[in-house]
């Protein structure tokens, strides 16, 4: 992306198609592994005015950069994978040269003149131009540009180091009339002209700068610049002479302060979340100190990355560390008082006992002055709000405020503090951790120090206290710990320090303790839902509040990391935390749940489809909380999203009993499967579905999961296996006297008939189904049929029948207002028209087919559409044409697993 955005293979460099193409795969790779909403990308693609066909685009852009990425990275490691309603480039973010750039300044950090020049030159080689400088302005990333200024200052300030002033004053005298306002640039080509004899150009530049800057902006040159036009005006000649590091004018009588703690054993990872920090420390402005607050949840290792990142910058604060725990959350005592930690920290700047004032205000004025012109770092550690944080900030530009916290201490934002949520460590990192108490693990062990590190939730605590029972406990097998830490209800008691107050419950028990009342509750009827994500309109349902105090209650538990926005309205748990609340208790809620989760499917489904049961709960709920959903794209979106949770749920409420509301919710969910099929899952929850109905004693559930499994044969083409279902179904639905369940049976009968060929019985379930759905005035029914039996004609050479039927099949469907089953019959009927040989019209048809699928994310439907397409252009003479489709549609079926994709793909090498 430094550059033109593109790819380099070997000596290659391949572009991805248009600015659209590009733009978009700028923005999956300026948030590498992170999911990016559609409504993101359309708003930055179309500057906030995207067309009505803008998420079809996209579909159509993700689709050709699927491709072009399987030539690039013929490994499959580079992927865009969906995410609901929205995408994510799975790439190793080393592979991105703006992460190689990062990675280089970060490393330089602390090193050698020598060492840091080159490295730094290293990162400028990466650039090939203006950054994105060739996707049309659509996306902007000015952090870029950044990167780039703070690179080459890097850089010359190594060359300036070594002496090469002459080598670097032009490059600085055309960097500062880019960037005329960039002080640090301005200052390193003053020092590279007063170090050439040039002292009148150094201080015409200085003069000029200045003049400006007021008059553009109405400031004045920060303290840096101006002590060195000082200095200059004085003809300091230390200044001529190279030197590693600033001349620091001592202090008589002031102490240099060291109170950081030892940094903790066994630190592993965390590289980013250093390289943040120096990079905070590097980017303060010159005018006010920097200040970088570490939050998240307990246990995360806030205040070990604050102490290993405090030893290793130590040479940035040659006047001291000072540090001060604030026991925020500390059960036995109050928080300390910001006087109380003035008066310690006067007493260490070497103020005596009898020179410390009274007064808090009067103290905090004394530390700032005190702090004015040094260079310390102020470590505050556990801190419980903003407030107590306040007044021990510094006043002067030199010093650097490192925070940590449970809670989100946004309040300091408007002091300039730059804050970072701290999440658990990568697998790699968390197994180091463990080896680092425990030793390095034998060869057979590997799998199980795996495992171990995911029970623990790759959160630190959890590991050092993992690595510790093995390291110090004999007794303790590696096996038998995993083992006692898969059963969920001892895990919590195995993750605990014997003989010290050191645990995952114990950590978090004090985050608990300090929410109010309300977000107490919350928290606790959180343990209770079986599922991994929650959203307001959930909560809202089981805890009968209204909507917005549900979310304002849920980001109170955010701010204290006992929950996670990962997405607007969406909010995850760690697994210990869920363990956890569960343990507090809050009842069974898994009625209101379920009733929850049948609405908002419900509700959901009839934006996929028009159902063909009769079950009704959107409807029946009209007060109950739920998401809004007014289009098919977000229905399938917020399937998408709750699948894990339904799955929960349903497993829960089957253990439970709830056998009824098994059953149905399976067969809402199912619903969805049918457009996004995925067999594994789907036959899952019938199992489970069928199970529940027999076990609630419901005839009319057991009717509709054995059509619901023909349904599910049916789409991987297994229409003869449907039989025995069916006929199960057919002798349910005729004892009950229901003719539209009879009618849905009979055609599923039918359909089994005509895959094994016989055909004058199928006709005849076909005839006695249609005449039982057109009595049942069931138009969607008569529809469905109408489908099939064109297939019958067709299979008996009645074509021009065939399409008559299914002409009459596509009209119901329109009639309806079911654009899913239309797409399909639109594709059924261009494959009969294309054997006519009417040709336009079935080109027509296929094209429309695809454009109904692609819009309505019917992946299976789509590639049945293209295949027919293929053929029509065969038949034209466009074999390019048709191997374009051919493909598309074989990457369709590969993602659906259906066993079509093999007979396309052999196709497809016929071609």
């Not at 248009?18 to 500057?47: C, F, H, Y």
């Not at 940035?316 to 026991?327: K, Q």
């Not at 050479?797 to 065939?802: D, F, I, K, M, S």
């Not at 466009?878 to 374009?884: G, Q, Y």
Request: net charge negative.
């Amino acid at each position: 992306m430094l550059g033109p955005v593109c790819a380099a293979v070997g000596d290659r460099l391949l572009v991805p198609g248009g600015p659209g193409l590009r733009g978009l795969l700028a923005m999956l790779l300026l948030e590498p592994n992170q999911v990016v909403s559609v409504e993101k990308i359309t708003d930055v693609l179309w500057d906030h005015e995207p067309p009505a066909t803008a998420r079809t685009i996209v579909q159509g852009y993700v689709s050709r950069l699927r491709r072009w990425l399987s030539t690039v990275d013929q490994t499959g490691a580079t992927a865009i994978t969906t995410c609901g309603a929205g995408y994510r480039l799975d790439v190793d973010e080393a592979r991105i040269d703006v992460a190689l750039a990062r990675e280089l300044l970060a490393k330089s950090r602390g090193r050698s003149a020598v060492e840091r020049a080159e490295l730094l030159g290293q990162a400028q080689g990466l650039w090939r131009g203006p950054e994105l400088s060739d996707i049309g302005g659509r996306v902007r990333a000015p952090e870029l540009g950044e990167l780039r200024l703070a690179v080459i200052e890097a850089r010359i300030d190594a060359d300036l180091e070594l002496g090469k002033h002459g080598e670097v004053i032009g490059e600085l005298a055309a960097l500062v009339d880019t960037h005329p306002f960039r002080e640090h640039l301005v200052g390193q080509l003053v020092l590279a002209l007063y170090r050439l004899g040039r002292r009148a150009a150094a201080l015409e530049i200085y003069q000029r700068f200045a003049h400006r800057a007021a008059r553009e902006l109405g400031l004045d040159p920060g303290p840096g610049l101006r002590e060195l036009h000082s200095r200059i005006l004085r003809d300091d000649s230390t200044l001529l002479t190279p030197t590693p590091t600033d001349v620091i004018t001592p202090r008589v009588g002031v102490v240099t302060p060291a109170e950081l703690p030892a940094a903790p054993s066994g630190f592993a990872g965390r590289a980013d979340d250093l390289a943040w920090l120096d990079e905070v420390r590097a980017g303060a402005d010159g005018t006010a100190p920097a200040i970088a607050v570490l939050v998240g949840p307990a246990g995360v290792g806030k205040s070990a990355l604050a102490t290993v990142w405090g030893a290793r910058a130590a040479d940035h604060f040659p006047d001291g560390r000072l540090y001060a725990p604030l026991r925020g959350f500390d059960p036995r005592h109050d928080p300390v008082d910001p006087a109380d930690v003035l008066a310690r920290f006067l007493l260490a700047l070497g103020v005596a006992a009898e020179h410390v004032p009274d007064d808090a205000t009067d103290r905090a004025a004394l530390y700032r002055s005190l702090l004015a012109d040094r260079r310390l770092l102020v470590v505050l550690d556990d801190a419980g709000d903003s407030t107590q944080v306040r007044p021990l900030l510094p006043g002067g530009p030199g010093s650097m405020v490192l925070v940590t916290s449970r809670r989100r201490l946004d309040g300091l934002v408007t002091h300039g503090a730059h804050l970072r949520v701290l999440g658990t460590l990568p697998q790699a990192e968390a197994e180091a951790v463990i080896a680092h108490a425990a030793g390095p693990p034998t060869g057979d062990e590997h799998p199980l120090r795996a495992r171990l590190a995911e029970l623990c939730g790759h959160l630190p605590l959890a590991l050092r206290i993992a690595g510790a029972r093995l390291a110090v406990s004999p007794q303790w097998s590696l096996p038998a710990l995993v083992a006692e830490l898969s059963d969920e209800r001892t895990r919590l008691g195995a993750l605990h320090v014997r003989d010290a107050e050191t645990g995952i419950r114990a950590a978090l028990d004090l985050t608990y303790r300090r929410l109010d009342p309300t977000h107490a509750r919350t928290f606790r009827l959180l343990g209770a839902f079986p599922g991994q994500s929650v959203g307001p309109h959930l909560v809202a349902a089981i805890a009968d509040l209204p909507v917005p105090e549900a979310r304002d209650r849920l980001r109170a538990l955010a701010a204290s990391f006992l929950v996670t926005e990962t997405d607007h309205d969406t909010f995850d748990m760690h697994d210990l935390v869920r363990l956890f609340a569960r343990e507090l208790g809050a009842g069974d809620l898994l009625p209101k749940i379920l009733r929850y989760y049948l609405v908002a499917a419900d509700e959901s489904r009839r934006h996929l489809h028009a159902p063909t049961d009769d079950l009704i709960f959107a409807a029946s709920h009209p007060t109950l909380p739920r998401p809004s959903i007014k289009t098919r794209a977000a229905a399938l979106a917020w399937f998408e999203r709750e699948w894990p949770n339904l799955l929960a749920v349903l497993s829960a409420a089957a253990t439970a009993g709830h056998h009824s509301q098994v059953w149905q919710l399976t067969r809402l969910a199912g619903d969805f499967r049918a457009i996004h099929p995925r067999r594994d899952d789907w036959e899952h929850i019938l199992r489970r579905g069928l199970a529940s109905a027999q076990a609630a004693a419901d005839p009319q559930g057991q009717a509709w999961m054995h059509l619901s499994h023909c349904a599910l044969l049916a789409r991987f083409d297994q229409d003869q296996e449907t039989l025995p279902h069916a006929e199960q179904a057919l002798t349910i639905a005729t004892e009950s006297h229901n003719p539209k369940l009879m009618a849905t049976s009979l055609n599923t009968i039918a359909n089994a008939r005509y895959t094994q060929k016989r055909y004058p019985e199928a006709q005849a379930a076909y005839t006695k189904a249609l005449d039982l759905a057109t009595r049942a005035n069931d138009p969607l029914g008569e529809a469905n049929i109408l489908n099939d039996i064109a297939q019958l004609h067709r299979t008996l050479g009645a074509t021009t029948e065939a399409v008559t039927q299914q002409s009459r099949a596509v009209t119901l469907y329109r009639e309806i207002g079911d654009l899913s089953p239309l797409a399909l019959a639109l594709a059924t009927l261009a494959d009969l028209e294309h054997d006519l040989g009417h040709l336009d019209q079935a080109e027509q048809h296929a094209r429309e087919s695809i454009t109904l699928a692609e819009a309505n994310a019917q992946d299976l439907t789509e590639a049945f559409a293209r295949e027919i397409l293929a053929q029509i252009l065969t038949t034209h003479g466009n074999t390019p044409a048709a191997r374009r489709e051919l493909t598309l549609a074989l990457e369709l079926y590969r993602l659906a697993q259906s066993p079509t994709a093999n007979a396309v793909e052999a196709t497809l090498s016929d071609l």
